[in-house]
């Protein structure tokens, strides 16, 4: 279905030493292959994603313009899904014109959730009100549309706690994505019954430790999968990747060291987290 779809382009496999086969087919659930760095390559990084097992990618929308170009790259590639919103860090661009903008988007068969959005009081790019008050509307929009939610939280795990309780009973399902934080934070999401997205950030000893005793209180059927590309190249690959451009084809390594860590195979972790994507993001109902 979907890899007859993608030119493979043998030219530009991985490095040998990069290529790994999952057990079973992936879905990435959070790769932003909208960003620039993409535009070059972005036919021979879809071909490795299909030789590396991943299937299916959701094309992370961080504001209009990125959701709108994720969508289209979604409706011209099988196996490729969108969400659509405004990240926290864009906050401040709020307004009417804006809401209405991503709502009509949401509309689209290819986008699969809202956002990401949610609370980023790492950097405070926008205001904590700024990022709460589009938080809220986005809240609003995924209660209306009954999508689910690709959420992004960063330092800010109470605040969004307090937030999600509120409106737990109006809204559909939803993910934190490249979740990073402590026990009690996962445990309070877990409580809330939301999905849990990790990425490479495990594999990195000198800041992903915390990580590695906390992955195994996850449910299988909570937990999916991420790249976060091109960011967060994960540290476990075994050879150097020139330009250190992290991509959907090192999926595997990530699932490798996540199962590692959980105390379960690759095959499991691989076979789980895939089909509780393709339910959280209904899938199979698409195309
Ligand atoms: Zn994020």
């Not at 999401?189 to 992903?208: A, F, K, N, S, V």
Request: with cysteine; net charge negative.
């Amino acid at each position: 279905m979907t890899r007859s779809s993608v030119t493979q382009d043998d030219a530009n496999p991985l490095p040998e030493a990069l290529r790994l086969t999952p057990p079973s087919p992936l879905v990435d659930i959070g790769a932003n292959l909208t960003h620039e760095s993409f535009a070059r390559d972005l036919d021979a990084v879809l071909a490795r994603a299909r030789h590396a097992g991943v299937d299916d990618m959701i094309l992370t929308g961080t504001d209009l313009a990125h959701s709108e170009q994720a969508a289209d790259l979604a409706q011209r590639h099988p196996g490729l899904y969108a969400t659509a919103g405004l990240h926290p860090h864009m906050a401040s661009h709020w307004n009417p014109e804006l809401a209405a903008a991503l709502q009509a988007l949401q509309a689209r068969p290819e986008v699969v959730a809202v956002g990401e959005c949610g609370l980023d009081f790492n950097r405070n790019f926008s205001t904590p009100a700024e990022q709460e008050h589009a938080f809220e509307a986005q809240l609003a929009l995924a209660a209306e549309s009954g999508l689910p939610l690709f959420l992004h939280e960063r330092d800010a795990g109470a605040r969004m706690r307090d937030m999600l309780r509120h409106w737990r009973d109006a809204i559909g399902d939803a993910v934190v994505h490249c979740f990073t934080a402590d026990r009690d934070t996962l445990h309070g999401y877990l409580d809330l019954d939301l999905h849990i997205g990790l990425t490479g950030w495990l594999c990195d000893e000198r800041r992903g430790h915390h990580l590695r005793d906390l992955v195994a209180d996850i449910p299988a059927a909570r937990l999916m999968v991420e790249t976060d590309c091109p960011y967060l190249l994960p540290r476990n690959l075994p050879a150097k990747l020139k330009g250190r451009r992290h991509e959907p084809a090192l999926l595997p390594w990530i699932v490798r060291e996540i199962a590692h860590w959980r105390g379960e195979s690759e095959a499991s972790l691989a076979a789980s987290s895939t089909a509780t994507a393709r339910r959280f993001f209904r899938l199979d109902e698409e195309q």
